[in-house]
């Protein structure tokens, strides 16, 4: 980032579509997706990158395949749920420890409807997880809490950005940011939308963006 500048890497993981990341210390991690051959695989493999040990394969997901699916990190364990498999949209999530490269067999139930283009954001040690859809949007949020293992609804605001799909997020100290995202008629959206513990608003817009992505 101090040099304005992307320098090349080498290749990873396979070709695929949908595929989600997160990132622990100074490894980021991408899992899942699908992959752009004539069968269209549905990816369950885990990969990490640091700078030191480039790409290395690890333990795979243990969930169905899926692609669109989100996910977030809190402290040393990643997070991996929701997302469309073959049969549909999904609403598990499973937990990876990074430190023993090992997942949980057991599945974290998301509460809200099965969905495939969510987003998330962590702020606190608490994950952020909404929108996404299947046959409708959706513009609610679940607060994942990772002393307890558990969601819980999350009922903001009044003022939540409109049901959308295939936004993206993140957060910037107290404050998270969802941008973009296909809306229900159809039409992509350049907004963006904040939201802040220090606000009892919870979500509030800020001046839109008119390209395709942002920088912060």
């Known amino acids: 980032p101090s040099m ?4 090349s890497v080498p290749t990873g993981p396979s070709a695929r579509f949908g595929a989600s990341s997160f990132s622990i210390g100074n490894t980021g991690y991408v899992v899942g997706g699908l992959t752009n051959d004539i ?3 549905l990816c369950t493999d885990l990969w990490s990158y640091d700078d030191v040990n480039g790409w290395l394969q690890k333990a795979g997901f243990p969930g169905a395949g899926r692609h669109s699916g989100t996910a977030f990190a809190i402290g040393n364990y990643g997070y991996y749920g929701t997302g469309w498999e073959a049969n549909g949209p999904l609403n598990d999530f499973y937990k990876y420890d990074a430190m023993n490269d090992s997942w949980s067999n057991t599945a974290i139930i998301f509460p809200g409807q099965p969905r495939g283009g969510a987003v998330s954001f962590v702020i606190s040690e608490e994950a952020f997880v909404g929108h996404g859809g299947y046959c409708d949007h959706y513009n609610n949020f679940y607060v994942f809490d990772a002393l307890n293992g558990t969601f819980l609804f999350a009922p903001l605001s009044d003022t939540l950005p409109e049901a959308r799909i295939g936004a993206f997020a993140t957060a910037i100290g107290n404050k ?13 959206t350049p907004e963006t939308w904040e939201w802040s513990t220090s606000i009892t608003t919870g979500f509030s817009p800020i001046e839109q963006n008119t390209s395709s992505a942002i920088a912060i």
């Open 39 to 41: 069968s269209g695989t």
């Open 4 to 7: 304005n500048a992307w320098d």
């Open 176 to 188: 998270g940011y969802v941008v973009g995202g296909g809306l229900s008629n159809l039409f992509l």
